[in-house]
């Protein structure tokens, strides 16, 4: 906190969550300290930069007045993050039942022999509070970093997954891709409706009657159970 005989301002730098391409906005809390009225005025080395509200005007004694300082979206960042901006903020005692109408330039002018109370106040910019901290997130108590891998792992699946029906449910098929995916479920339906056939011969080779030889019926049940692996190892590609 910075303390003067007129106003106390809270706080002394003007701190900015900055991020690119967005407005941000800081604060200022001014207290009246003293038995008077106080007239204050902020000035900024930037002013196309920053808007301020209010500006000026007037804190009864004993009194509060929070100002909001916003920051126009910016295009780029300053090298290290680093903010040479500068704001200053004017006090001087005003008459009884003044507001902020009854403020004006010459009021805060020294040359004109008035007592002005100045706090510059300096610009920092700050990384912002609601980004994701992975350092922080992976040494909290009673993390498991197995836990966080599996968590990664599903969402990789997941994301595999949404890309690959994005892809398949895309209109915008060539030709060559409808031909392929049109031949292979042809091939599949047929493997499906080949595989149905042996399984019936199979079983009526199981409940036939019991004449045949014991040879003969394995070879023929070896060589059927053999396409059909064949076909349900095809259908599981």
């Known amino acids: 906190m910075s303390t003067g005989e007129l106003m106390n301002i809270e706080p002394r730098e003007l701190k900015f969550a900055f991020e690119l391409k967005k407005q941000i906005s800081s604060s200022l809390t001014l207290f009246n300290k003293s038995d008077k009225h106080v007239a204050f005025k902020v000035k900024t080395t930037n002013p196309k930069k920053y808007c301020v509200r209010p500006n000026t005007g007037v804190v009864q004694p004993g009194s509060t007045c929070d100002i909001t300082v916003t920051m126009q979206a910016q295009k780029e960042a300053p090298p290290d993050m680093q903010c040479k901006d500068k704001f200053l903020l004017q006090s001087i005692v005003a008459s009884p039942g003044a507001d902020a109408k009854d403020i004006t330039p010459e009021m805060f002018s020294k040359?004109?022999?008035?007592?002005?109370?100045?706090?510059?106040?300096?610009?920092?910019?700050?990384?912002?509070?609601?980004?994701?901290?992975?350092?922080?997130?992976?040494?909290?108590?009673?993390?498991?970093?197995?836990?966080?891998?599996?968590?990664?792992?599903s969402r990789n699946q997941s994301?595999?997954?949404?890309?690959?029906?994005?892809?398949?449910?895309?209109?915008?098929?060539?030709?060559?891709?409808?031909?392929?995916?049109?031949?292979?479920?042809?091939?599949?339906?047929?493997?499906?409706?080949?595989?149905?056939?042996?399984?019936?011969?199979?079983?009526?080779?199981?409940?036939?009657?019991?004449?045949?030889?014991?040879?003969?019926?394995?070879?023929?049940?070896?060589?059927?159970?053999?396409?059909?692996?064949?076909?349900?190892?095809?259908?599981?590609?």
């Open 111 to 153: 040359e004109a022999g008035h007592v002005v109370e100045e706090c510059k106040l300096r610009v920092v910019y700050v990384a912002p509070s609601n980004l994701p901290s992975s350092v922080t997130e992976g040494s909290e108590e009673g993390s498991s970093p197995r836990a966080s891998n599996m968590d990664l792992g």
């Open 159 to 237: 994301e595999v997954k949404a890309s690959h029906r994005s892809f398949v449910d895309s209109p915008d098929k060539s030709p060559e891709v409808r031909t392929l995916m049109s031949k292979l479920n042809e091939e599949k339906t047929t493997a499906i409706q080949q595989g149905n056939k042996l399984r019936q011969e199979l079983e009526l080779l199981m409940h036939s009657s019991g004449t045949r030889s014991q040879g003969g019926v394995s070879v023929k049940f070896v060589a059927i159970v053999g396409l059909i692996s064949v076909l349900v190892g095809y259908l599981m590609k």
